[in-house]
């Protein structure tokens, strides 16, 4: 089992410019999030997804899209990317237990976005 | 709001010499506090779920305690590979709110 798998594992960007993150599990979960992690921030989550074909939006979501077409995959796209962007970037995913609540979220190394 | 403050923000330890990490949160209706590991430059690894006040778990070095208001790591006669970030979150609702972290130094 790989676990969950980040692509591409650095990028550095020019404002405005646009790309896809993508995020992929072989645990057969039912959750998948991607988050933030700035210095002294700690982790925030930018979208959630509870299954295929489903996304929501997490604490801080502006100028950040997901989609969630497989299972298995969970994609976070920037349109037009700004420097309050750079960040490490991290995918989850979870099982949930009965009654939707959390469980151990297992995560991917991080992907590491510079946006000059 | 839902809030999940950590502290200390770092700790610097003696090999051997135990403490205690705190995370106290506010949240309307505790569904799971987390612990979790994270080493520099990788992703946060699980360690430890409790789900109501009162209840402990152990693993190794580490024993975390939940009341209330807040949850304790505390790390017994620690070692220099237990050096990471340690990081509570706690479910309230649907979504997982994480804390800052405490980065903790174990010297040899």
């Known amino acids: 089992n790989a676990g969950v798998t980040q692509t591409p594992k650095f990028r550095v960007l020019k404002t405005g410019q646009s790309m896809t993150l993508l995020c992929a599990q072989d645990m057969n979960h039912e959750y998948m999030y991607w988050y933030r992690q700035d210095p002294g921030m700690g982790l925030r989550l930018i979208h959630y997804s509870v299954g295929e074909g489903t996304t929501a939006k997490g604490e801080v979501p502006d100028g950040y899209n997901v989609s969630r077409l497989k299972k298995q995959n969970f994609l976070l796209g920037l349109e037009s990317a700004a420097p309050s962007q750079t960040s490490v970037y991290f995918c989850?995913?979870?099982?949930?237990?009965?009654?939707?609540?959390?469980?151990?979220?297992?995560f991917g190394p991080g992907t590491r976005l510079t946006v000059l | 709001e839902d809030q999940v403050t950590q502290s200390p923000e770092a700790l610097r330890l003696q090999e051997g010499e135990s403490s205690s990490l705190n995370c106290s949160y506010t949240v309307s209706g505790l569904r799971g506090l987390f612990w979790y590991r994270q080493d520099p430059g990788k992703g946060p690894e699980f360690l430890f779920t409790l789900y109501s006040a009162g209840e402990e778990k152990e693993k190794e070095r580490l024993k975390a305690t939940l009341t209330k208001k807040e949850s304790f790591l505390h790390i017994t006669a620690p070692k220099p590979e237990d050096s990471a970030t340690y990081l509570c979150?706690?479910?309230?609702?649907?979504?997982?709110?994480f804390g800052a972290g405490t980065r903790l130094f174990v010297k040899a």
């Open positions: 989850a995913s979870s099982f949930p237990l009965a009654g939707g609540i959390d469980n151990e979220q297992f």
């Open positions: 979150a706690v479910q309230g609702g649907f979504k997982t709110i």
